[in-house]
T-cell receptor, first 113, second 112 residues
Framework: EPEVTQTPSHQVTQMGQEVILRCVPI?????FYWYRQILGQKVEFLVS????????KSEIFDDQFSVERPDGSNFTLKIRSTKLEDSAMYFC???????????FGPGTRLLVL | GEDVEQSLFLSVREGDSSVINCTYT??????LYWYKQEPGAGLQLLTY?????DMKQDQRLTVLLNKKDKHLSLRIADTQTGDSAIYFC????????????FGGGTRVLVKP
């Protein structure tokens, strides 16, 4: 069964460094999403992406965040200058249509020191 | 904005039924979902219900939706130790590509 994959599974970085989190969505899906879950808190929406552009973003998704689909398979989230409060589990999701079910990857646990 | 609330914890004996409850505020929700998260793992879609339905059954899982009260529940029949996990309720609205709004999750502990 097709699944969403994410790399790396864990990343530790120093405050102020740039990180790129990678996702490979399910191959025929057209809608892509990033969510995050700070330890002990709710899963929060960050951004949705369709047709090579952002369709919606939350107030969390400020200028230090960016997303890209550099080729036909990868979907990346870049955090330009990480802060301590960016430490969280980051989930990628994809869907075949805008109202279709979102399938989630296993997540990348990011720790900013 | 939208809000989704769940109780924090549920303890149940193996073989009994579990009922996990969820309330939401967005009356324009089109789909409501249940996801399962096992320790160290991602979010696994369990089931979903369209907002014009009252009930959906899928093997051991039964979803009930009370749209008037904005209340969603997930019943797991014959709960097994493998059902121990965190269960998240989520809703999505009408817009294409719409985001999911999650509840805080209910930790279910199944005791032998």
């Amino acid at each position: 069964e097709p699944e969403v994959t994410q790399t790396p599974s864990h990343q530790v970085t120093q405050m102020g460094q740039e990180v790129i989190l990678r996702c490979v969505p399910i191959s025929n899906h057209l809608y892509f999403y990033w969510y995050r879950q700070i330890l002990g808190q709710k899963v929060e929406f960050l951004v949705s992406f369709y047709n090579n552009e952002i369709s919606e973003k939350s107030e969390i998704f400020d200028d230090q965040f960016s997303v890209e689909r550099p080729d036909g398979s990868n979907f990346t989230l870049k955090i330009r200058s990480t802060k301590l409060e960016d430490s969280a589990m980051y989930f990628c999701a994809s869907a075949s249509g805008g109202q279709e079910t979102q399938y989630f990857g296993p997540g990348t646990r990011l720790l900013v020191l | 904005g939208e809000d989704v609330e769940q109780s924090l914890f549920l303890s149940v004996r193996e073989g009994d039924s579990s009922v996990i409850n969820c309330t939401y505020t967005d009356s324009s929700s089109t789909y409501l979902y249940w996801y399962k998260q096992e320790p160290g793992a991602g979010l696994q879609l369990l089931t979903y219900i369209f907002s014009n339905m009252d009930m959906k059954q899928d093997q051991r899982l039964t979803v009930l939706l009370n749209k008037k009260d904005k209340h969603l529940s997930l019943r797991i029949a014959d709960t097994q130790t493998g059902d121990s996990a965190i269960y998240f309720c989520a809703e999505s609205g009408k817009a294409a590509g719409n985001k999911l709004t999650f509840g805080g999750g209910t930790r279910v502990l199944v005791k032998p």
